[in-house]
């Protein structure tokens, strides 16, 4: 009875309008003290002072009363049933599709995260495929100075997983270039009936954009699509790679070391104008956290269900209980 009663404060009514009739509930409250006093004056001045005991016995004042408060709290849990409850509950979805975009340029070498922000990128992909329903199609694209499509979205899991194995640090970081080929992809996703299924693009990179599409403005295009991107910033500031110096040539030029901090402003900036979230990572593990949160966020989508059932359980045994007690207490029903 406790869940219960902490239920109704997390659930919605498909027909609010019947909870009026709750008002009428203190008024069966008043009318029922109402009738109590009218019985103690009635048994005062039918008894003498001395039969009152035998007249009137002196029983507990919670036994007089308990089987009536659980009638009134039955009455006030089959008016919420009547109300049709329901309540809104997390379940797969049957279709829809998902674009993985990994940014695969050189600051993905960095070993700021462990072993190498690539590696660390691919492993966390893969356990987020694992989690998402078998009935999501799962796309993998390579973010590189020109966007590579590795895999089309697709239910075949082992297919995505191969994909995720060929991604291989080389090139700059064309963020609004892949969002653009992402999105053409997913809009041209087969539907039922016509509808086009949800769709979702989830961006990971660490650096500023160095293409020429402008990646906010292709975020907006996504949006009109209703499509979000959901954004990860990966690294730290301390992030370094070690790249051929400049103006060397050949082994005479030697290296250098340059820092390679990731850019979360460039990308909340993406996922706010497409309407999705951003999610920053600066280890393995919260990566591997950000990716369990994505797909518990895109795999499943919340639908009202029915839970009348529960409460009008929950009436009968109240009910039950009432005529239980003042049948025990009194002999008679109420």
């Given at each position: 009875?406790?869940?219960?009663?902490?239920?109704?404060?997390?659930?919605?009514?498909?027909?609010?309008l019947v909870l009026v009739l709750l008002l009428g509930i203190p008024v069966l409250v008043a009318l029922y003290g109402a009738h109590q006093r009218d019985r103690r004056?009635?048994?005062?001045?039918?008894?003498?002072?001395?039969?009152?005991?035998?007249?009137?016995?002196?029983?507990?004042?919670?036994?007089?009363?308990?089987?009536?408060?659980?009638?009134?709290?039955?009455?006030?849990?089959?008016?919420?049933?009547?109300?049709?409850?329901?309540?809104?509950?997390?379940?797969?979805?049957?279709?829809?599709?998902?674009?993985?975009?990994?940014?695969?340029?050189?600051?993905?070498?960095?070993?700021?995260?462990?072993?190498?922000?690539?590696?660390?990128?691919?492993?966390?992909?893969?356990?987020?495929?694992?989690?998402?329903?078998?009935?999501?199609?799962?796309?993998?694209?390579?973010?590189?100075?020109?966007?590579?499509?590795?895999?089309?979205?697709?239910?075949?899991?082992?297919?995505?997983?191969?994909?995720?194995?060929?991604?291989?640090?080389?090139?700059?970081?064309?963020?609004?270039?892949?969002?653009?080929?992402?999105?053409?992809?997913?809009?041209?996703?087969?539907?039922?009936?016509?509808?086009?299924?949800?769709?979702?693009?989830?961006?990971?990179?660490?650096?500023?954009?160095?293409?020429?599409?402008?990646?906010?403005?292709?975020?907006?295009?996504?949006?009109?699509?209703?499509?979000?991107?959901?954004?990860?910033?990966?690294?730290?500031?301390?992030?370094?790679?070690?790249?051929?110096?400049?103006?060397?040539?050949?082994?005479?030029?030697?290296?250098?070391?340059?820092?390679?901090?990731?850019?979360?402003?460039?990308?909340?900036?993406?996922?706010?104008?497409?309407?999705?979230?951003?999610?920053?990572?600066?280890?393995?593990?919260?990566?591997?956290?950000?990716?369990?949160?994505?797909?518990?966020?895109?795999?499943?989508?919340?639908?009202?269900?029915?839970?009348?059932?529960?409460?009008?359980?929950?009436?009968?045994?109240?009910?039950?209980?009432?005529?239980?007690?003042?049948?025990?207490?009194?002999?008679?029903?109420?």
């Open positions: 009875m406790i869940a219960l009663a902490v239920s109704v404060f997390a659930v919605s009514f498909a027909a609010p004056r009635a048994a005062a001045a039918f008894a003498a002072p001395a039969m009152t005991p035998s007249v009137a016995p002196n029983r507990p004042r919670w036994r007089m009363h308990a089987p009536m408060l659980a009638f009134l709290l039955a009455l006030a849990i089959l008016i919420l049933a009547a109300a049709r409850p329901q309540k809104t509950v997390a379940v797969p979805v049957e279709r829809a599709s998902i674009m993985l975009i990994t940014d695969v340029s050189g600051s993905m070498q960095a070993t700021d995260v462990r072993p190498t922000r690539l590696v660390a990128a691919r492993t966390a992909a893969k356990r987020f495929v694992a989690q998402v329903p078998k009935t999501v199609n799962v796309g993998v694209m390579a973010l590189s100075s020109k966007p590579r499509v590795l895999a089309s979205p697709t239910r075949d899991r082992v297919a995505i997983d191969q994909a995720l194995d060929q991604l291989t640090a080389r090139g700059g970081t064309g963020t609004g270039e892949a969002i653009t080929a992402a999105t053409n992809i997913l809009k041209r996703q087969p539907g039922v009936n016509g509808k086009r299924p949800p769709s979702a693009i989830v961006l990971l990179s660490d650096g500023a954009a160095t293409g020429t599409i402008d990646p906010v403005s292709a975020a907006q295009a996504a949006r009109k699509l209703r499509i979000p991107i959901y954004t990860v910033a990966l690294g730290t500031r301390e992030g370094t790679i070690t790249v051929p110096r400049a103006g060397g040539s050949g082994n005479q030029g030697g290296t250098e070391t340059r820092s390679v901090p990731p850019d979360p402003q460039s990308l909340a900036e993406v996922a706010k104008a497409s309407g999705g979230k951003t999610y920053t990572a600066a280890d393995a593990d919260k990566l591997s956290d950000v990716y369990k949160s994505l797909g518990s966020l895109l795999g499943t989508k919340n639908e009202k269900r029915q839970v009348t059932a529960g409460f009008a359980g929950g009436a009968l045994v109240l009910l039950l209980l009432g005529a239980a007690m003042s049948l025990r207490w009194f002999g008679r029903l109420i």
